[in-house]
């Protein structure tokens, strides 16, 4: 009996040598915790439509109406130009114009009846040579006259015919579908349309907002020639405020519309808003491999905001409320593109080899779908190799949480970890 006991505790002696002998190796337990992605990065604030407004024709400014600052209505007067030349022209047009209608009114009116009394002259005259040349004819024919005056009576016929001839010609060039008509109605149409283009001259000599909009710069002042072309004054179009940003291309992948973001500016650090992924621009820029990233804000938009700011934004890009997590530390190697990964777990005293299939990951730690329970150990670090025997030294760990309103602009890890993302 005192020999079986002896030996029971020699065992037992033994198997705890064998452990303590083991070389010790840090591990931690697989465990649920919250794990949250997100990217961070700087944008600058951007109306949704910028303008340049300038003038259309050369001249000297009169007035500048606007400054920088200023909200302005559509079709307001921002900058005038000195208009009395364009004036004066405008008058000699409509001078133009006038006349060119009454001389088109005179042909529908006098000039009508001026060809009906000159058709009806000439139609008498006709009758009367003819009358004449008949009474010739009867005349020679007696003998009562020489051939001679029967050739004067048939040039006089021929004279009255052209003449009549002549009036209806005139008469039909006096019509509606005239060509005196016609060319006094061209006439007219050109002088309507110079009058026009000098009134479009007049009024380009005021320079109008295109729209409701707030006036970014100004460069032009009172007695300055302008020409066209130049850029006077730049305008942000009224609409939704957005924020622009310039993503690598790597972190594509992690963003979607309607992601939500939390936004900072330096000046305001205290007052974060909330925004949401907007767009994504359909091409990648080739000099930068950079991809535009528009945000929407989310009413109520803050005052302070102005144009061109640069501000902070924090890109959730995944979120899981309850997972089974470790550390990135633990995987043996880097992660397949499908989320295959290896780890060594403590089994038995010994290192082994386990396959396990990743989710979502951050820059610490990473979501295990497949391949683990909660509560078993994980080893850390390269230098254990699988089989082998390890003494297991478990130390607490959780995942870093960093979420849109959560972590801190100041705090490196957390900005190093959203910039990395996955």
Do not use: C, H, Y
């Amino acid at each position: 009996m005192g020999a079986a006991v002896l030996g029971v505790l020699l065992l037992g002696a033994g198997i705890a040598w064998m452990r303590l002998r083991a070389p010790a190796a840090p591990a931690v337990p697989v465990q649920a915790a919250p794990l949250l992605r997100t990217l961070q990065f700087s944008a600058r604030v951007a109306t949704l439509s910028r303008v340049d407004v300038g003038a259309t024709l050369t001249g000297r400014v009169a007035q500048v109406l606007v400054r920088e600052g200023d909200a302005v209505r559509s079709g307001q007067v921002l900058v005038r130009l000195e208009s009395e030349e364009l004036r004066a022209a405008l008058a000699q047009a409509e001078a133009n114009e006038r006349q060119a209608q009454a001389r088109l009114a005179g042909l529908r009116s006098t000039g009508r009846v001026s060809a009906d009394a000159a058709l009806a002259q000439a139609e008498a005259t006709l009758s009367n040579a003819r009358a004449e040349l008949a009474r010739a004819r009867k005349l020679v024919d007696d003998g009562f006259i020489s051939a001679s005056r029967l050739d004067d009576a048939q040039r006089a016929v021929a004279v009255a015919q052209a003449q009549q001839q002549a009036a209806q010609a005139q008469q039909r060039a006096n019509a509606d579908a005239g060509t005196d008509v016609a060319q006094a109605q061209a006439q007219q149409a050109v002088a309507r349309a110079a009058t026009a283009a000098a009134r479009a001259r007049l009024e380009q000599a005021d320079i109008v907002a295109p729209a409701d909009a707030r006036v970014l710069s100004r460069q032009v002042e009172p007695g300055q020639i302008v020409q066209p072309g130049k850029a006077l004054l730049g305008l942000a179009l009224a609409g939704p405020t957005q924020l622009v940003a310039q993503v690598d291309e790597r972190f594509l992948d992690q963003l979607a519309v309607g992601q939500p973001a939390a936004v900072v500016a330096d000046a305001f650090p205290s007052q974060r808003f909330a925004a949401r992924v907007l767009s994504l621009a359909p091409a990648v820029d080739p000099q930068r491999g950079a991809l535009e990233v528009k945000f929407a804000l989310v009413p109520p938009a803050p005052e302070f905001l102005r144009e061109d700011m640069t501000l902070s934004v924090e890109v959730e890009t995944g979120r899981r409320e309850r997972a089974l997590v470790l550390p990135l530390a633990a995987l043996r190697g880097e992660a397949g593109a499908d989320g295959s990964a290896t780890v060594l777990v403590v089994q038995d005293d010994r290192a082994r080899e386990r396959a396990v299939q990743l989710g979502l990951r951050t820059l610490d730690a990473a979501e295990v779908v497949q391949g683990l329970a909660e509560g078993e150990l994980v080893l850390l670090g390269p230098d254990v190799k699988p089989e082998s025997r390890v003494r297991a030294q478990a130390s607490d760990w959780k995942p870093r949480r960093s979420g849109a309103g959560g972590s801190s602009r100041d705090d490196p890890g957390s900005t190093l970890g959203n910039l990395m993302g996955r």
